[in-house]
Nanobody
Framework: QVRLVESGGSVVQAGDSLTLSCAFS????????MAWFRQAPGLEREFVAA????????YVADSVKGRFTISRDNAKNTVPLIMNSLKPEDTAAYYC?????????????????WGQGTQVSVSS
């Protein structure tokens, strides 16, 4: 069974940078497409970024394009999310998600496995 554990959440100020990490275990990591989603209080969970199982393709939501970068380390079975120029509207719980191969997806329904989330709070 796939297990995902997020880490790196913190309280930061606007303009700061932060790197989240998702640790993957239980299956062969480099066969899984990975993604980050986030959910702010009272709002629906939304797509942030995804990376293909090969690592060759990425897709980032318009709201974070140019500020957030997703990558994967197939040696360490991790998926970092580098977040720069953070804004108060980036405040949310951030979730890691995985699906076996498949195309990059932006919908919750497209992913089979989820972590418990890590909280990011950005103060103005």
């Amino acid at each position: 069974q796939v297990r995902l554990v997020e880490s790196g959440g913190s309280v930061v100020q606007a303009g700061d940078s932060l790197t989240l990490s998702c640790a993957f275990s239980g299956r062969t990591f480099n066969l899984y497409t990975m993604a980050w989603f986030r959910q702010a209080p009272g709002l629906e969970r939304e797509f942030v970024a995804a990376i293909s199982w090969s690592g060759g393709r990425t897709y980032v939501a318009d709201s974070v394009k140019g500020r957030f970068t997703i990558s994967r380390d197939n040696a360490k079975n991790t998926v970092p999310l580098i977040m720069n120029s953070l804004k108060p509207e980036d405040t949310a719980a951030y979730y890691c998600a995985a699906k076996f191969r498949g195309a990059l997806g932006t919908t919750i329904r497209g992913y089979d496995y989820w972590g418990q989330g890590t909280q990011v709070s950005v103060s103005s």
